[in-house]
């Protein structure tokens, strides 16, 4: 099946500075990768996604990119600011047969930016 | 207002027995998943459904159980067979076509 590795675990940045994320997958097959924002006690929230016939994509502050020859992708977050501190998590994912599709997530990114 | 809805925010249960969460959503999906999320890990599929009358194991299922018989309503039973049930559950759901998943905000369960 399906493994995602991310990294770092945990991840401190200055207010303004830029934050980097990376993950890697296992499965040549999978053609969707979202990037969620999960705040203390909440349910995740989508922020950015990419498909697999895209190299990049930018959503203001935040853009991903993946290298499907590498299985690897990355979020980017530019002009960081004290609301981008939350846990990311990557996800790499496979569509069901019959419909929906399977989210196989990274272990989480702890996001903290200081003043 | 659209959206999905988890009941209760916490439950406390007694070692033994059987707890069930609620997941409903108005947003048309046919598609509903529910994960578990552990301190430090990332979210693990439980059990998803594709349709009304019909749910397939995901990746933990051990110890659960589910039921899809509206299409609105996809509730998760916590088993007394579940080795290590606290943990932090949440639900999704998708539409055909469409590959995001929208989570609800979680039921935070601790057993004793």
């Given at each position: 099946?399906?493994?995602?590795?991310?990294?770092?675990?945990?991840?401190?940045?200055?207010?303004?500075?830029?934050?980097?994320?990376?993950?890697?997958?296992?499965?040549?097959?999978?053609?969707?990768?979202?990037?969620?924002?999960?705040?203390?006690?909440?349910?995740?929230?989508?922020?950015?996604?990419?498909?697999?016939?895209?190299?990049?994509?930018?959503?203001?502050?935040?853009?991903?990119?993946?290298?499907?020859?590498?299985?690897?992708?990355?979020?980017?977050?530019?002009?960081?600011q004290?609301?981008?501190?939350?846990v990311?998590?990557?996800?790499?994912?496979?569509?069901?047969?019959?419909?929906?599709?399977?989210?196989?997530?990274?272990?989480?990114?702890?996001?903290?930016?200081?003043? | 207002?659209?959206?999905?809805?988890?009941?209760?925010?916490?439950?406390?249960?007694?070692?033994?027995?059987?707890?069930?969460?609620?997941?409903?959503?108005?947003?048309?999906?046919?598609?509903?998943?529910?994960?578990?999320?552990?301190?430090?890990?990332?979210?693990?599929?439980?059990?998803?459904?594709?349709?009304?009358?019909?749910?397939?194991?995901?990746?933990?299922?051990?110890?659960?159980?589910?039921?899809?018989?509206?299409?609105?309503?996809?509730?998760?039973?916590?088993?007394?067979?579940?080795?290590?049930?606290?943990?932090?559950?949440?639900?999704?759901?998708s539409?055909?076509?469409?590959?995001?998943?929208?989570?609800?905000?979680?039921?935070?369960?601790?057993?004793t």
């Amino acid at each position: 099946g399906e493994n995602v590795e991310q990294h770092p675990s945990t991840l401190s940045v200055q207010e303004g500075d830029s934050a980097v994320i990376k993950c890697t997958y296992s499965d040549s097959a999978s053609n969707y990768f979202p990037w969620y924002k999960q705040e203390l006690g909440k349910g995740p929230q989508l922020i950015i996604d990419i498909r697999s016939n895209v190299g990049e994509k930018k959503d203001q502050r935040i853009a991903v990119t993946l290298n499907k020859t590498a299985k690897h992708f990355s979020l980017h977050i530019t002009e960081t600011q004290p609301e981008d501190s939350a846990v990311y998590f990557c996800a790499a994912s496979n569509a069901f047969t019959g419909g929906g599709n399977k989210l196989t997530f990274g272990t989480g990114t702890q996001l903290k930016v200081e003043l | 207002d659209g959206g999905i809805t988890q009941s209760p925010k916490y439950l406390f249960r007694k070692e033994g027995q059987n707890v069930t969460l609620s997941c409903e959503q108005n947003l048309n999906h046919d598609a509903m998943y529910w994960y578990r999320q552990d301190p430090g890990q990332g979210l693990r599929l439980i059990y998803y459904s594709q349709i009304v009358n019909d749910f397939q194991k995901g990746d933990i299922a051990e110890g659960y159980s589910v039921s899809r018989e509206k299409k609105e309503s996809f509730p998760l039973t916590v088993t007394s067979a579940q080795k290590n049930p606290t943990a932090f559950y949440l639900c999704a759901s998708s539409s055909p076509g469409d590959d995001e998943q929208y989570f609800g905000p979680g039921t935070r369960l601790t057993v004793t």
